[in-house]
């Protein structure tokens, strides 16, 4: 149920954006057709026709942490419910849902033949969690630190799943299964590496999926307006020089899809991502 009251920075019509914005940008990068950024909030800039373009907006809706999207009709969103989790690329999926408690930041399922993992956590959902359970369940929570845990006891506690989460993020969730001690890199599986990429917060990790796939949480993403990687300094709760150093030791790794947990997810080559990574680098020593 949306929250609020709708905003004069809207165009007329079906959807709305309400003043329970937070400006987390999860509309704008799922339905960037409808939505954009106007006076520090998100705002419905053109109405969707198109079905395809429709459903995004029902996304964006679903997605939405607060509440703060509407619309006048409802043809289309319960379908657009049923197809969470999205998928991206391969067996991962966006999971939407995502959390007030997180500044609405993405979380993502990864199918596994060993069993499935739920990188950060989306708010409780009954019926994201039918479709979780119609895809395998969830064996494993990865937690990348502790802003992102959401409802993550509670999906462990429905799929009887394993948490993983820093000694040093434990607070978040005291009772998590495996607790993860000092600073080195675990290669936990033939396929996943934890790595600890400190600054953000103390005990800040990112999980590499396949030498390919980094889920990054609050240490790195893709800016559109920049056209370039980025990490931001006035998010930066721990030390803006630890992540620094975290990130010039995470630029030694291969990965070609950065999928975080604020921001834009992008691909690139394994030559344009080492370069996009100096580049930032340099930024942040600037």
């Excluded at 070609?256 to 680098?281: D, T, Y």
């Amino acid at each position: 149920m949306n929250q609020g009251k709708s905003l004069n920075t809207n165009v007329p019509g079906n959807f709305y954006v309400t003043s329970a914005c937070i400006n987390c940008d999860q509309c704008r990068q799922i339905a960037p057709h409808t939505f954009s950024e106007v006076a520090n909030l998100s705002a419905v800039t053109n109405q969707p026709n198109e079905y395809h373009e429709v459903i995004k907006a029902f996304y964006a809706l679903i997605s939405c942490p607060t509440g703060a999207i509407g619309s006048e009709q409802k043809d289309g969103l319960s379908t657009a419910i049923q197809d969470f989790p999205l998928p991206i690329i391969d067996n991962i999926y966006y999971c939407g849902f995502t959390s007030r408690h997180s500044w609405g930041a993405s979380s993502y399922l990864i199918l596994h033949p060993e069993g499935n993992w739920l990188i950060d956590s989306p708010r409780w959902s009954p019926q994201l969690v039918k479709r979780i359970e119609e895809m395998g369940g969830i064996k494993y929570i990865f937690l990348t630190h502790q802003d992102d845990v959401a409802d993550a006891n509670k999906y462990a506690k429905r799929f009887q799943a394993e948490r993983f989460i820093h000694a040093l993020e434990k607070e978040s969730q005291p009772d998590a299964e495996h607790v993860i001690q000092g600073m080195d890199s675990i290669q936990w599986h033939t396929d996943y590496k934890f790595i600890m990429v400190p600054g953000h917060t103390k005990g800040h990790m990112v999980f590499l999926y396949r030498n390919k796939y980094l889920f990054s949480g609050d240490h790195l993403a893709w800016d559109n307006e920049l056209n370039g990687l980025s990490a931001h300094r006035d998010v930066c709760w721990f030390s803006w020089k630890t992540q620094t150093e975290s990130m010039e030791r995470l630029a030694k790794e291969k990965f070609e899809w950065i999928l975080p947990g604020h921001g834009n997810r992008v691909f690139l080559s394994q030559l344009e991502m080492k370069n996009a990574m100096v580049k930032l680098i340099e930024q942040m020593k600037s």
